[in-house]
């Protein structure tokens, strides 16, 4: 049995946070995890998990965003997974958990950078322990393989994958500031060709601008509206993303303009433009099906 945040002794009551029905709870394979100060009063499915020790301004996926990471693993084509931006190992705790294969890639696994105090070795080290425990816990788990390399080192490097086979989906959460996002996008379509891609935090305009690239190249998409908004990204137009409900009566303005100011100019009205995007996919969606479909046609001699 997974252990909870509950029967983890070191954890005060107030960092509870509730993962989603249907999906294990991975907390008490993450013993050093903490709710980011901010978001202490956070709905408990919104609430932001990090490690202190290795925090650095990076938390994790909200339990609400892995939780629907874990079903998007499970209904993806087979094939094992790659995360840009592993950290800690949260996001592919829920891959692996989801029975799926997956490699995990950070640079500072392998190099201390400008905002990580801790060493490359611990860092590692502490991402591997939280994966072993997921492993143990969770009954059918995925192997997992973590590599100290960049996004763009591992794209140029065929020798570096550790699975055979085509990769069933690629997690982009690597470095989120412009040009890495859309780098990243294409550089995964360029040398993986994944059936579903997955970018998070598409609140950052940089992140959108990587869902717009691979709007176009073809890729469907759909912007769930969680804390930090989670895109995916599919080729196949049979294929269809876990539904999800945003939940009801949730200040998500208020939320995500009290927050994250760092991230989002003070003139993005940002519940709108989510919802927008939201919309915006649905039309992409709507014309890329319809030309797909046939029914959309050049007229003869245009
Ligand atoms: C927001 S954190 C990822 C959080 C993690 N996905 C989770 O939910 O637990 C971003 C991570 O990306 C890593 N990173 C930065 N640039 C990268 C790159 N070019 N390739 C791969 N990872 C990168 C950082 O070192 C950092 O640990």
Known sequence: MVPTVAQTPTRPQTERIVTPEGVPDLTGCFPHARVIEPDKRAPAGHATLCDPTFFAGCGYMTPEEAGLLYRIAQASPKGWWLEIGTHTGWSLAHVIAAGRDAVGLDPEYAQVSHNQTRSPDAFLKRATENLQRVSETVAGS??????????????????????????????????????????????????????????????????????FALQRRGYFTRTYRTAQLLVVAWKDPAWTPPAHVPEAGFDWKNWMMTRRLSYVPWDWPVKDNAEGYSRWDRLVNSVKLTIRSGKFRRPKGA
């Open 142 to 211: 995925g192997r997992f393989k973590l590599l100290g390399v960049t996004s763009t080192e591992f794209f140029a490097d065929a020798t570096l994958r550790p699975f055979e086979g085509r990769p069933a989906g690629v997690i982009i959460d690597g470095d989120h500031g412009d040009p890495h996002p859309v780098a990243d996008a294409l550089g995964t379509i360029a040398t993986l060709d994944p059936p579903v891609i997955i970018l998070h935090d598409a609140m950052i305009h940089a992140v959108q601008r990587g869902a």
